[in-house]
C-alpha cells in the first residue's frame, strides 16, 4: 500500500523565494496534517484538516505560511516569502477517522534549506 | 493534554529488552498515552497504544501503572533497526482535537 507521499524530499532556495511542499495523503484517510521539525524545536504541529477544511492552523509561524486542501488526496504548505530561519523538514501525516484514534501516519519529509 | 517526562537518552544490548520510561502525573481519565519512534531521517512512526489496560503487538508492549501516571514501552527483544527517538504522548480522544503534540522523547541506542 502507498503510504504518504511528500515532494519534493529536498529542496534549495534562495530566500524571498516561493517555496511549495506538497502531500498526498492515504487514501481514504480524511484528516491531514502538516509538522515542522528542526534542532531546537522539535516537531511542531503547523495546521491539520478534517475532511479538507483547516480546523487549526495555530500553529503556521506567520503570514508567509499558507496550507490548502482542495480536495481528499492533495495538500499544499506554501512558504512566502522564505527566509532562512525556516530551514526544516516538514512532515505530512494523514489518518483515519478524524484522527481521533491518534495514530497518525507520516510521509517521508521534505527537507528545505533556505540559503 | 497532559505533558510527559522522559529521560533524554538510554542505551540497550542488541538482543535484550528495551524498556522505556514515561511519567505523565498529570494525566486525566479520559487521555490515552501513545508511543512514537522516529528513525534517523524516518517520519514518525506508530508504535502502539493504551488507556488503561497493558497492550502488545507485534512492535511493543505497552505496561502503564495502575495510577496511570507512569507507562513503560517494552521492546523485548531490540535489534539494532530499533535505534531511534522514541516519544510519549497523552492526548485524548475528542472530535476536533486531533492532533499529536511531540516534546523531546528518548534517544534509544542498540549496542551490537
Known amino acids: 500500500d502507498a503510504g504518504v507521499i511528500q515532494s519534493p524530499r529536498h529542496e534549495v532556495t534562495e530566500m524571498g523565494q516561493e517555496v511549495t511542499l506538497r502531500c498526498k495523503p492515504i487514501s481514504g484517510h480524511n484528516s491531514l496534517f502538516w509538522y515542522r521539525q528542526t534542532m531546537m524545536r522539535g516537531l511542531e504541529l503547523l495546521i491539520y484538516?478534517?475532511?479538507?477544511?483547516?480546523?487549526?492552523d495555530s500553529g503556521m509561524p506567520e503570514d508567509r505560511f499558507s496550507a490548502k486542501m482542495p480536495n481528499a488526496s492533495f495538500s499544499t504548505l506554501k512558504i512566502q516569502p522564505s527566509e532562512p530561519r525556516d530551514s526544516a523538514v516538514y512532515f505530512c501525516?494523514?489518518?483515519?477517522?478524524?484522527?481521533?484514534?491518534?495514530?497518525?501516519?507520516f510521509g517521508e519529509g521534505s527537507r528545505l534549506t533556505v540559503l | 493534554d497532559a505533558k510527559t517526562t522522559q529521560p533524554p537518552s538510554m542505551d540497550c544490548a542488541e538482543g535484550r529488552a528495551a524498556n522505556l520510561p514515561c511519567n505523565h502525573s498529570?494525566?486525566?481519565?479520559?487521555?490515552?498515552v501513545y508511543w512514537y519512534r522516529q528513525i534517523h531521517s524516518q517520519g514518525p512512526q506508530y508504535i502502539i497504544h493504551?488507556?488503561?489496560n497493558n497492550e502488545t503487538n507485534e512492535m511493543a508492549s505497552l505496561i502503564i501503572t495502575e495510577d496511570r501516571k507512569s507507562s513503560t514501552l517494552i521492546l523485548p527483544h531490540a535489534t539494532l533497526r530499533d535505534t531511534a527517538v522514541y516519544y510519549c504522548?497523552?492526548?485524548?480522544?475528542?472530535?476536533?482535537?486531533?492532533?499529536?503534540?511531540f516534546g523531546t522523547g528518548t534517544r534509544l541506542t542498540v549496542i551490537p
Open positions: 493504551g488507556l488503561k
Open positions: 484538516f478534517n475532511n479538507n477544511v483547516p480546523i487549526d
Open positions: 504522548i497523552v492526548r485524548g480522544h475528542q472530535t476536533g482535537a486531533n492532533n499529536l503534540f
Open positions: 501525516a494523514s489518518s483515519l477517522a478524524g484522527g481521533l484514534t491518534g495514530e497518525l501516519f
Open positions: 498529570t494525566i486525566s481519565g479520559n487521555e490515552y
